[in-house]
């Protein structure tokens, strides 16, 4: 969500509900937030790594995804739409990931599917 925080952050500080939050208020800066938003799309991709190939692949079309949403917003009214389906992929990835994991376990590692 920091992405999303970076984004709209000007329309967060017209907005009495979301004024309040880190970047209008200036309590963070858009630079500080770019870092962690940077830092943890790192650490994601990294963590994906460590799951599988097929996961370390798909990592970068996942956060482009979830970045995209952010934008979404300002052309339609189905912008919840495209983060269920961002948080709908991730769950379906990660199940497969898993999936994998245990088939290649099974298998060995010396023995070829036919």
């Known amino acids: ?3 999303n925080r970076i984004v ?3 329309f967060d500080a017209l907005n009495p509900r979301t004024n309040a939050r ?3 208020t200036g309590s963070m800066s858009v630079r500080e937030a770019a870092v962690a938003v940077t830092i943890a799309s ?4 990294i963590a994906a790594s460590q799951l599988n190939f097929l996961c370390l692949v798909l990592a970068p079309a996942a956060l482009a995804w979830i970045f995209f949403y952010s934008y979404t917003k300002r ?4 912008s919840h ?3 269920g389906i961002g948080l709908s992929i991730a ?7 898993v ?8 298998r060995g590692p010396d023995r070829r599917r036919r």
Do not use: Q
Not at 42 to 45: D, H, K, N, Q, T
Not at 75 to 78: A, E, I, P, V
Not at 99 to 106: F, G, H
């Open 1 to 3: 969500m920091g992405f």
């Open 91 to 97: 769950r379906k990835i990660a199940s497969g990931a």
């Open 22 to 24: 880190e970047i209008p």
């Open 8 to 10: 709209d952050r000007e």
């Open 99 to 106: 999936r994998l994991r245990v088939n290649v376990a099974r």
């Open 81 to 83: 739409l495209v983060l």
């Open 75 to 78: 052309f339609t009214r189905w």
């Open 42 to 45: 790192i650490l994601f991709v």
